[in-house]
Nanobody, 115 residues
Framework: QVQLVESGGGLVQPGGSLRLSCAAS????????TGWYRQAPGKQRELVAG???????NYADSVKGRFTISRDNAKNTIFLQMNSLKPEDTAVYYC?????????WGQGTQVTVPS
């Protein structure tokens, strides 16, 4: 059974930092394209950052220069380092692992940055 478990969310003041983690069981992240998505109330889920099996990364324009995605193959975990957080970063953050015929999501972790 495949499980993706996010952690690290919380309440942080504007300008602060958080580090999200997503640990996988049942699959190896290094075989998948993985990413962090977020969904704010009333909005569609959007890609925040992605990392391919070959460790190429991409970012939404809104987070470039502030967020960093990384992967630890030994721990089978991906991370999202979020710096200079803004109120508009408030959302539920989800990790995702995908490849042909496979698509897995975590349960989400709430990030709140008050205005």
């Amino acid at each position: 059974q495949v499980q993706l478990v996010e952690s690290g969310g919380g309440l942080v003041q504007p300008g602060g930092s958080l580090r999200l983690s997503c640990a996988a069981s049942g699959i190896s992240f290094s075989d998948y394209t993985t990413g962090w998505y977020r969904q704010a109330p009333g909005k569609q889920r959007e890609l925040v950052a992605g990392i391919t099996s070959s460790a190429s990364t991409n970012y939404a324009d809104s987070v470039k220069g502030r967020f960093t995605i990384s992967r630890d193959n030994a721990k089978n975990t991906i991370f999202l380092q979020m710096n200079s957080l803004k109120p508009e970063d408030t959302a539920v953050y989800y990790c995702r692992a995908q490849r042909i015929l496979r698509n897995y999501w975590g349960q989400g972790t709430q990030v709140t940055v008050p205005s």
